[in-house]
C-alpha cells in the first residue's frame, strides 16, 4: 500500500510538470470512505474560460485551491486520504512565494489586460519600489500607479529589474477647472512624453483620463490618448471615475472607445454600482475596480461584517480576503492596495512594518486560489450596506462627487 501511494503521488507531480498555467490539474478527493484506488485521487481537467461578459472566469473541481495547485506541485499535493496540507509548513511558505499567473481579459485590440493589478495609492518613492518588489514575487504583474512619487518609484524599480512581463497602467492629471479644452489637451500630451522620459521607457500599457465638469475638456484630452494609442506611446485607454453623464459626453466624438472604466465598487454596493454597470456593460465597456474594502480609507462596516467574517471562517479567509473575492467573482477586475493601512492619499509598505506588506499581498494574490459558492455570493449581493457613489473622486460634474476636507 505504502508503494502505491507513492506511485500515485510521482504520477501526479509528473502531471503537474508537464501542463500549462492556463491548462492544469486539481486533485480532488473523494469521499474518505471510499476504499478504491480512486479513493486516493481523481485528476480533472481545469480551464480558464471566459465567460459572455467577457470575464475571465476560473472553473475548478471541487473548489480546489489553484494557487496551491499552480505553484505548490509536489510539495501541495497529498497522496493520501490521511495527510493534511499544513498552511505552516515550511512546504506551505515555499509554496506561496512562488509567482502564480494572474487571469487576463483580452482588450478589443489584442491587449493582454491583468484583472488583479496592485495600487500604489499614495505609497512613498521608496515604499513604491518595495512594494513592486515584494508584489512581484507573488506574481503581480500589473501596477496601476498615479504621476509624481509613485510613478518614480516604478522608475525605479525599472531602472533595476527592467519592465519586462511588467503591466504598466497610468492616469493623466487632472486639469484644474476653468482649463481650456486647448490647454488641457496640451497638459495631457506634456504628461504623456514626461512620463515616458521619467520612467525610461517607450510606451504604457495604460492611459486612464481623470473626468472634468467641463464636456469640451473631456473630449479634447480624449483625442490626445487616442493619437498616443496610434503612435504606439501606449497599448491602450480607459477613464477612471466616469459617470453615466461623462460617458456620454466622451462617447459622443470618440474613435476609441474607453477599454475600461475605473471606479468604486464593494460589496454593499451591489454589483450593479448603481446602474453605471450596465451601462458601461451596454457600451462595451469594461468594470475595473479599486476600493474593495472602501475608499477614502477601509471601511470598518466591510472589516467587521458579520456575513462577511461567517464566510471567512468557512474559507478560513480574512473579511477583506472575501470582500476582493466578492469583487473579482462578480466579474471586474480590481486594484488593491498593498495592506489595509491607508487613508486618503497616504499608504505604506515600510521596511520594518513587520512582513505586513508582504503577507497583506501574498493574501492578495491568493485571491484566484478560492470560491465563493452560488450561495454565498446570493447573500453578498443582497446586500445593501455600506454603500457608495462609485464615481466618489468625479469632478463635480458627476453626481456625489467627494469634496476634500478643508
Known amino acids: 500500500m505504502v508503494v502505491f501511494r507513492l506511485q500515485v503521488f510521482v ?17 480532488t ?5 471510499s476504499q478504491s484506488a480512486a479513493a486516493f ?5 481545469v480551464d480558464l474560460a471566459r465567460s459572455s461578459s467577457g470575464t475571465t472566469a476560473l472553473h475548478m473541481s471541487y473548489g480546489m485551491n489553484r494557487r496551491a495547485a499552480l505553484t505548490g506541485a509536489g510539495a501541495g499535493i497529498l497522496a493520501t486520504t490521511n495527510l493534511l496540507w499544513n498552511v505552516n509548513s515550511p512546504a506551505a511558505a515555499a509554496a506561496t512565494s512562488t509567482p502564480t499567473s494572474f487571469p487576463e481579459w483580452t482588450l478589443e485590440n489584442g491587449v493582454k489586460f491583468p484583472t488583479l493589478a496592485m495600487n500604489t495609492v499614495g505609497l512613498s518613492v521608496e515604499d513604491t519600489e518595495r512594494a513592486i518588489n515584494l508584489a512581484t514575487k507573488q506574481g503581480f504583474t500589473h501596477f496601476d500607479f498615479h504621476p509624481g512619487k509613485e510613478r518614480d518609484g516604478m522608475a525605479k524599480y525599472i ?15 487632472k486639469p484644474k477647472p476653468g ?14 512624453e514626461e512620463d515616458l522620459k521619467a ?31 496610434a503612435s504606439g506611446k501606449t497599448r491602450s485607454i480607459g477613464v477612471i471615475n466616469y459617470c453615466e453623464g461623462s460617458l456620454k459626453c466622451l462617447l459622443q466624438t470618440a474613435k476609441v472607445k474607453p477599454a475600461l472604466n475605473y471606479y468604486l465598487l464593494h460589496v454593499g454596493m451591489g454589483r450593479d454600482a448603481h446602474g453605471l454597470r450596465t451601462f458601461c456593460d451596454e457600451n462595451g465597456i469594461k468594470t475595473f475596480a479599486y476600493g474593495a474594502v472602501g475608499e ?14 461567517k464566510i471567512g471562517v468557512a474559507h478560513k479567509k480574512s473579511p477583506e480576503e472575501v470582500a476582493l473575492r466578492w469583487v473579482l467573482q462578480s466579474g471586474a477586475a480590481v486594484s488593491v492596495r498593498p495592506t489595509t493601512n491607508f487613508g486618503l492619499g497616504v499608504s505604506v509598505c515600510e ?4 512582513g505586513k506588506c508582504a503577507i497583506g499581498l501574498e493574501k492578495r494574490a491568493g485571491v484566484f486560489g478560492w470560491s465563493l459558492s452560488k450561495k454565498e455570493m446570493t447573500l453578498l449581493d443582497a446586500m445593501n450596506g455600506p454603500d457608495d457613489n462609485p464615481t466618489l473622486f468625479s469632478s463635480s460634474g458627476c453626481p456625489g462627487a467627494f469634496v476634500m476636507p478643508k
Open 199 to 229: 520612467l525610461n521607457v517607450d510606451y504604457v500599457d495604460m492611459l486612464m483620463l481623470r473626468d472634468s465638469p467641463d464636456c469640451d475638456v473631456m473630449q479634447a484630452q480624449w483625442v490626445v490618448l487616442e493619437n498616443a494609442l
Open 29 to 33: 478527493p473523494l469521499a474518505p470512505s
Open 296 to 309: 477614502p480609507g477601509p471601511n470598518e462596516d466591510i472589516l467587521n461584517n458579520p456575513l462577511l467574517k
Open 351 to 354: 521596511e520594518d512594518d513587520g
Open 179 to 192: 482649463t481650456s479644452p486647448s490647454d488641457a489637451a496640451n497638459l495631457a500630451q506634456a504628461q504623456i
Open 11 to 27: 504520477t501526479a507531480v509528473t502531471a503537474f510538470a508537464t501542463l500549462n498555467l492556463r491548462n492544469v490539474c486539481a486533485f
Open 159 to 173: 531602472a533595476s529589474n527592467g519592465r519586462n512581463g511588467l503591466f504598466l497602467n497610468t492616469k493623466i492629471r
Open 41 to 45: 485521487y481523481h485528476l480533472h481537467h
